[in-house]
């Protein structure tokens, strides 16, 4: 019975905190408010009883029909409590949030008012099964119907936590930002997390109090989260197989069997106390050495082995190895780009696969490729002011950036060019100023909106979504994916298989094409720094952008990679995207630039070709001196 209703009250906690990344302190509050759900919405009215109790409604329903508006409660408080998300605060402030919020409900709970009846808390809930006929009352028939419904609550959670719907949760959980850069609905998609999960524990918490037929503020203490968590640790983070195992060891084994350990059973103090120590020592233990759990989140894998993903592409096997196209290396005196000193011949040659492999930019069907809706500049920024204190980082900038071509922004350390990136992508919301995008007034919406409308960012210190695999980290880039529709949700892989099929093609054609399909199984924290820009800049393809702002690409890189990505630069100025590039190697800006935006101390110095502003004694002199 207590398996049954930790089980449905960790998955929950699992899909917010394992998969969505909310840690949620206050988790157990959902849990009570299914259990006084229960109680309220069953027992009579308190007059019946002789106001033994006081408590509010009374309604006296069927315990069938009371467990449906039980989930519908759960949901709503666990989407109350989710608003408490909405502002973008860090996430261990948010988790002291969702503690205060807890402690909050649990002093309500306890005030002596007539909401709940305090601190003695409910007595004389209703048995589902009844109190007469052949089944009433009896504990094997509920144990059975609880086991049921822990089997049909994974297949709904399922929904959630797995398919493209779970990655982009993931995605959201390993890197927030790296997610609204690519157009997550980072705030909507954890509040969509917390909804569900409030309901799966409200769900708990109503079968267990229907059960014990009593429901007081002392059962819901904050121990009791940690339980739950626990349980999801060391089960394994973000696995609903592994939350079993940790839902029968933790509340389970060692906090309710202790109470049959010979010698301790005349002792229940002494055994929860030593459930305890060995519950906070098996966290200790598991966060140290196996931080996956006892079964990991395992991420499916696409197109190699046994593929038992329906929709995952399968390239021949032996393609995957042997399959790296040889070209003859371009020598130094043909290349299109004077090679710089230092560049060995081995990093010529990885560049020159890039070079030779000419390709186009894999496309969904029936999307065209960006062109701009309306003649004129595709950014455009007038007069944006940002302010940190007293300094003015970007202090009234003005510029244009045009689509189809490479335009650049340099500018020496602490120019405001970080600054300005995030402000035009809506990460830093600037004091004056406006922003349009495409035609469209960009200035007040949100970063992951601008994303969505093609303005798509990179960022200095490239972040990934390290727990997914390579070719994960491509495929969440895929906008207004059907998975994470309501319509898909309710109507499964049926509605949402083509799209994704489509999206797993584009990222093998997008690996490929920068030769990087060996690795697509490879979790993204494996890596290199290469690596990790390039999948950086795949995946703001995968999201078919029409203007990419690249903020330092090829700061930290090797010459060799910093080659690779000038050659992908290459093959992309084809693709009709606007590149606004912002670096302080001023090698690359002189290749591919026509126009180049020069900033210092947050204003725009000067416009023009790299040539033209070589020859201005204030650039060379904010050059020197910056
Ligand atoms: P760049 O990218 O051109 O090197 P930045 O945009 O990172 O320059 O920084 C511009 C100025 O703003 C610098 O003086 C920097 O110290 C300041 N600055 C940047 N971010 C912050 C912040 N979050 N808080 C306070 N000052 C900041
Ligand atoms: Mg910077």
């Not at 959630?160 to 390993?174: E, I, N, Y």
């Not at 640790?233 to 839902?247: D, L, Q």
């Not at 060019?417 to 960009?442: C, D, H, M, Y």
């Not at 090698?587 to 790299?610: D, H, K, N, P």
Request: hydrophobic share 50%; aromatic share 8%; with cysteine.
């Amino acid at each position: 019975m207590y398996f049954a209703t930790d089980l449905l009250a960790a998955w929950g906690l699992n899909l917010e905190y394992g998969v969505a990344g909310v840690l949620n302190f206050g988790y157990i509050a959902c849990v009570a408010v299914g259990a006084y759900a229960y109680g309220v919405l069953t027992l009579p009215s308190p007059a019946v009883n002789g106001n033994y109790q006081h408590y509010v409604l009374g309604l006296h329903l069927e315990p069938a029909a009371a467990f449906v508006i039980v989930i519908v409660v759960g949901c709503v408080f666990g989407g109350l409590v989710g608003l408490v998300g909405r502002h973008r605060l860090r996430p261990d402030y948010q988790a002291i949030m969702l503690l205060v919020v807890a402690a909050v409900a649990l002093a309500v709970s306890e005030a002596d008012t007539a909401l709940v009846n305090g601190n003695p808390g409910l007595t004389l809930l209703p048995n589902p099964l009844g109190t007469t006929g052949p089944t009433a009352g009896n504990g094997w028939v509920y144990v059975g119907i609880l086991l049921a419904i822990c089997f049909a609550g994974y297949f709904v959670l399922r929904r959630f936590s797995d398919g493209p719907l779970g990655r982009s949760l993931r995605a959201v959980r390993d890197d927030s930002d790296a997610a609204l850069a690519i157009g997550k609905d980072v705030v909507g998609l954890r509040m969509l997390a917390q909804v569900v999960g409030g309901g799966f524990g409200a769900l708990a918490g109503g079968l267990l109090a229907a059960f014990i037929g009593a429901w007081a503020p002392s059962a819901w203490s904050f121990s009791e989260t940690l339980s739950l968590l626990t349980a999801v640790i060391v089960g394994g983070v973000a696995s609903n197989y592994g939350v079993v195992a940790g839902v029968i060891l933790v509340p389970v084994v060692l906090q309710q069997l202790s109470q049959f350990v010979p010698g301790l059973n005349t002792r229940p103090q002494l055994a929860a106390d030593i459930g305890w120590m060995v519950t906070s020592a098996l966290t200790i233990f598991f966060i140290w050495f196996r931080p996956t759990g006892i079964v990991p989140d395992r991420r499916p894998r696409y197109g190699v082995g046994r593929h038992r993903r329906v929709w995952s592409y399968a390239p021949e096997p032996a393609n995957m190895v042997v399959d790296v196209p040889v070209h003859p290396p371009v020598s130094r005196a043909t290349s299109p780009m004077n090679a710089d000193s230092g560049v060995s011949q081995a990093s010529l040659d990885a560049g020159a696969i890039l070079t030779a492999t000419s390709f186009a930019l894999p496309r969904r069907p029936g999307v065209p490729a960006p062109t701009p809706s309306f003649a004129g500049p595709l950014l455009e920024v007038s007069d944006v002011v940002v302010r940190f204190g007293g300094v003015r980082a970007v202090d009234g900038v003005s510029l244009q950036v045009p689509a189809g071509a490479v335009t650049g922004l340099i500018g020496p350390n602490g120019a405001g060019k970080s600054t300005l990136v995030n402000a035009l992508t809506g990460f830093l919301r600037p004091e004056s100023g406006r922003i349009s995008f495409n035609g469209q007034e960009i200035s007040d919406q949100p970063a992951h909106r601008r994303a969505r409308a093609g303005l798509v960012r990179s960022f200095q210190l490239s972040r990934q979504f390290s727990r997914l695999s390579v070719i994960e980290n491509l495929l969440v880039g895929r906008q207004s994916h059907p998975a994470e529709s309501a319509l898909g949700i309710a109507l499964g892989l049926r509605y949402w298989k083509q799209a994704e099929v489509e999206n797993v093609d584009r990222a093998w054609e997008l690996l490929r094409a920068f030769d990087l399909h060996a690795k697509a199984n490879m979790t993204a924290s494996s890596l290199s720094g290469g690596e990790r820009r390039m999948v950086e800049l795949m995946r703001a393809l995968m999201t078919e952008p029409k203007m990419l702002v690249l903020d330092e690409p090829l700061a930290g890189l090797s010459p060799a990679w910093a080659r690779r990505f000038e050659e992908a630069l290459m093959q992309l100025r084809s693709s009709g995207i606007g590149f606004f590039l912002i670096e302080h190697e001023l090698g690359i800006i002189e290749r591919q630039c026509q126009e180049v935006v020069m900033m210092a101390r947050g204003r725009v110095l000067s416009v023009g070709t790299m040539e033209e502003l070589r020859m201005q004694p204030e650039v060379q002199a904010a050059y020197v001196m910056g």
